[in-house]
T-cell receptor, first 114, second 115 residues
Framework: AQSVTQLDSQVPVFEEAPVELRCNYS??????LFWYVQYPNQGLQLLLK??????LVKGINGFEAEFNKSQTSFHLRKPSVHISDTAEYFC????????????FGKGTRLSVIA | DAGVIQSPRHEVTEMGQEVTLRCKPI?????LFWYRQTMMRGLELLIY????????DSGMPEDRFSAKMPNASFSTLKIQPSEPRDSAVYFC?????????????FGEGSWLTVV
C-alpha cells in the first residue's frame, strides 16, 4: 500500500517570500505523484502531477515540484507567494499500474501574510 | 464544460435521519470516487466505481453507509441512520479511467452536519 506524509500541517509565510511544502511518500512499487490545492469552501483542483520523465514538474499558478526517488519526496515550491495562494495543499500518490485510486496526505495549510 | 456536480451543498439533519448525497460525474468519465474530509482524519476514500461497478468499498466506515451508481451519470451516497460523527464534507470525484496517472476532478463537496 502507498502512504503520504505531509510534514507540516501549517505554514505561514509573508507575501512575495518563497515557500516549500514538504511531502514524503512510502511505496514498495513505482508511483505517480500529485499536488492538489483546496481554496476555502471549494473542492480540490490539480496543481501538478509527476508521471514520468523530468523530475522537475511545473504546474499552475507558478508552482513546481521535484520528484526525488532516493529520498521518496515530492516537495512543492513557489519562489514568490501571493495572498491568493492562501489555501490547503494536498500531496497524493498512487501506483503507476493496476489503476488504484489516489491516497492523500493530511494537507498543509498555507497562510500568506501581507 | 460542467464539472462534477454535487447536491445538496449544505445539509443539516438530526441524528437518526436518513441522508442522501448525490453526484453527477463529468460526462465521459468512467471512474467515480466518494471521499470524506474531516479535520481529524483528512481525506479518506470511501468507495470507488469503474463503469458503474463498485471496485473497492473497504473505506466505507460501517453498514450505515451505502453507495450506488445506477448509471454512468449519477451516483448516491446514503447514510442511514445518521450520527453526529458523520458530520464532514463529502466529495465526489470522477476521472477518465480508474485514476492511475489520470487527473481526478472533484466536485465542490456536500457539507453535512448531523446534530
Amino acid at each position: 500500500a502507498q502512504s503520504v506524509t505531509q510534514l507540516d500541517s501549517q505554514v505561514p509565510v509573508f507575501e512575495e517570500a518563497p515557500v516549500e511544502l514538504r511531502c514524503n511518500y512510502s511505496s514498495s512499487v513505482s508511483v505517480y505523484l500529485f499536488w492538489y490545492v483546496q481554496y476555502p469552501n471549494q473542492g480540490l483542483q490539480l496543481l501538478l502531477k509527476y508521471l514520468s520523465g523530468s523530475t522537475l514538474v511545473k504546474g499552475i499558478n507558478g508552482f513546481e515540484a521535484e520528484f526525488n526517488k532516493s529520498q521518496t519526496s515530492f516537495h512543492l515550491r513557489k519562489p514568490s507567494v501571493h495572498i491568493s495562494d492562501t489555501a490547503e495543499y494536498f500531496c497524493a500518490v498512487c501506483r503507476n499500474s493496476g489503476n488504484t485510486p489516489l491516497v492523500f496526505g493530511k494537507g498543509t495549510r498555507l497562510s500568506v501574510i501581507a | 464544460d460542467a464539472g462534477v456536480i454535487q447536491s445538496p451543498r449544505h445539509e443539516v439533519t438530526e441524528m437518526g435521519q436518513e441522508v442522501t448525497l448525490r453526484c453527477k460525474p463529468i460526462s465521459g468519465h468512467n471512474s467515480l470516487f466518494w471521499y470524506r474530509q474531516t479535520m481529524m482524519r483528512g481525506l479518506e476514500l470511501l468507495i470507488y466505481f469503474n463503469n458503474n461497478v463498485p471496485i473497492d468499498d473497504s473505506g466505507m466506515p460501517e453498514d450505515r453507509f451505502s453507495a450506488k451508481m445506477p448509471n454512468a451519470s449519477f451516483s448516491t451516497l446514503k447514510i442511514q441512520p445518521s450520527e453526529p460523527r458523520d458530520s464532514a464534507v463529502y466529495f465526489c470525484a470522477s476521472s477518465p479511467n480508474r485514476g492511475s496517472g489520470n487527473t481526478i476532478y472533484f466536485g465542490e463537496g456536500s457539507w453535512l452536519t448531523v446534530v
